[in-house]
């Protein structure tokens, strides 16, 4: 079974690392999943961020973080689809079964 890696997002500046990452991972033949949470989620409004979603396994964002930094959840950023606006237990997931785990 190949690794897997879980990256928790809470740096809103940090999108090409997360990117630069997940292709890195890919390329070693881990499962990737990303979640964004609290500030982090204005990075699913760069123009890289349908990349991101391209690139990994599993990309989510935290539906509550999301709209307390002023969004509307009915606006689902490109690369997502409604089922990725997603609750912290997308954080338990990666906690509880991914081997690797990066918080950025």
Known sequence: MAKSLGIFVTN??????????????????SKVKVFFTWTATHNAKDKA????CSLADDVSICVDSYKKQGYDPADIPEGL?????????QHGIIIEDYDCYLSL
Do not use: R
């Not at 630069?20 to 890919?26: E, H, M, P, V």
């Not at 961020?49 to 991101?52: K, M, Q, V, Y």
């Open 12 to 29: 809103p500046d940090c999108l090409h690392h997360v990117i630069g990452i997940t292709k890195a991972a890919k390329a070693k033949g």
């Open 81 to 89: 689809t409604d089922k990725k606006m997603a609750t912290q237990a």
């Open 49 to 52: 961020f349908p990349e991101l």
